[in-house]
Nanobody, 124 residues
Framework: QVQLVESGGGLVQYGGSLRLSCAAS????????MGWFRQTPGKERELVGI???????YVADSVKGRFAISRDNAKNTVYLQMDSLKPEDTALYYC??????????????????WGQGTQVTVSS
């Protein structure tokens, strides 16, 4: 069982930055890929990005060039650095851990563990 706790959300102005953290209760880097998702009311939860066990990363086109994912294995923590934030980035952000992706890594069904979410609000 893996417990994930997100932190770092808050209110920021247009163009500002935030760094979200996802702390895992145990070492995840060797067994899980770690994804960041976001969700707004009435919309599907969408993948923002993922960091694979190898350390390689992928971010969605909508945030490419603005968001980056990294991890600190010693701290069992994954980060989502968000720069040049826009109002449309406002959402509840979740981290998740997954080990197999039969439906594709963008599909939330393939993730085994989820955090409780942290709210990000970008004012215009």
């Amino acid at each position: 069982q893996v417990q994930l706790v997100e932190s770092g959300g808050g209110l920021v102005q247009y163009g500002g930055s935030l760094r979200l953290s996802c702390a895992a209760s145990l070492r995840t880097s060797s067994n899980y890929a770690m994804g960041w998702f976001r969700q707004t009311p009435g919309k599907e939860r969408e993948l923002v990005g993922i960091i694979w066990r190898s350390g390689s990363t992928y971010v969605a086109d909508s945030v490419k060039g603005r968001f980056a994912i990294s991890r600190d294995n010693a701290k069992n923590t994954v980060y989502l650095q968000m720069d040049s934030l826009k109002p449309e980035d406002t959402a509840l952000y979740y981290c998740a851990a997954g080990s197999r992706f039969p439906n594709g890594f963008r599909d939330r069904r393939d993730y085994d563990y989820w955090g409780q979410g942290t709210q990000v609000t970008v004012s215009s």
